[in-house]
T-cell receptor, first 116, second 112 residues
Framework: EAGVVQSPRYKIIEKKQPVAFWCNPI?????LYWYLQNLGQGPELLIR????????DSQLPKDRFSAERLKGVDSTLKIQPAELGDSAVYLC??????????????FGPGTRLTVT | GENVEQHPSTLSVQEGDSAVIKCTYS??????FPWYKQELGKRPQLIID?????GEKKDQRIAVTLNKTAKHFSLHITETQPEDSAVYFC???????????FGQGTELSVKP
């Protein structure tokens, strides 16, 4: 079974430019997460989807970040415009369960973003 | 909201020794506690987890204990090997919507 797939793996952009990250979760996983991981720290949730619905986006900086999961499968996270402080690893994760169901979360390899 | 504290931030042990990493959480309603291992430049990988209705779980050389009263849980690795060297993250899942709150990570170094 394929794991969570993310692309690109690495991205270098200049500040003020837009950037987009793509994630394809494990087949059949209803819930998809986007996390931000700064160097030397644990992942922090940006947004959580159950199918195509964003059920928790309270930590997503909506002035510059946006996300979508139109058909409830793959998802795109966008930053426009990027700032120097956005340099980090963006991780996607998915899980079979939803809401209060407890299922393991599986992570993708991440996209390492460098903003210059 | 939930807050997770993890200690120590770095841990160095000799091969064959045991390693223990401890985490505390703040929300008594949290009900699921996974541990992830992350090697440099790679994805976090789930190594073991425990639910709030269980006090201890073991998988070969890895074990996790949970004390709900004290709101802390620990990862125990026995007979450590150099390939155990990595950053380990604990996490707690809130009871409302499934969000994981991660600790700050422990960099484990196992010296041959």
């Amino acid at each position: 079974e394929a794991g969570v797939v993310q692309s690109p793996r690495y991205k270098i952009i200049e500040k003020k430019q837009p950037v987009a990250f793509w994630c394809n979760p494990i087949s059949g996983h209803n819930t998809l997460y986007w996390y931000l991981q700064n160097l030397g720290q644990g992942p922090e949730l940006l947004i959580r989807y159950e199918n195509e619905e964003a059920v928790d986006d309270s930590q997503l900086p909506k002035d510059r970040f946006s996300a979508e999961r139109l058909k409830g499968v793959d998802s795109t996270l966008k930053i426009q415009p990027a700032e120097l402080g956005d340099s980090a690893v963006y991780l996607c994760a998915s899980t079979e369960g939803r809401g209060r169901d407890i299922y393991e979360q599986y992570f993708g390899p991440g996209t390492r973003l460098t903003v210059t | 909201g939930e807050n997770v504290e993890q200690h120590p931030s770095t841990l160095s042990v000799q091969e064959g020794d045991s390693a223990v990493i401890k985490c505390t959480y703040s929300d008594s309603a949290s009900n699921y506690f996974p541990w992830y291992k992350q090697e440099l430049g790679k994805r976090p990988q789930l190594i073991i987890d425990i639910r709030s209705n269980v006090g201890e779980k073991k998988d070969q050389r890895i074990a996790v204990t949970l004390n709900k009263t004290a709101k802390h849980f620990s990862l125990h690795i026995t007979e450590t090997q150099p390939e155990d060297s990595a950053v380990y993250f604990c996490a707690a899942r809130d009871n409302q919507g499934g969000k994981l709150i991660f600790g700050q990570g422990t960099e484990l170094s196992v010296k041959p």
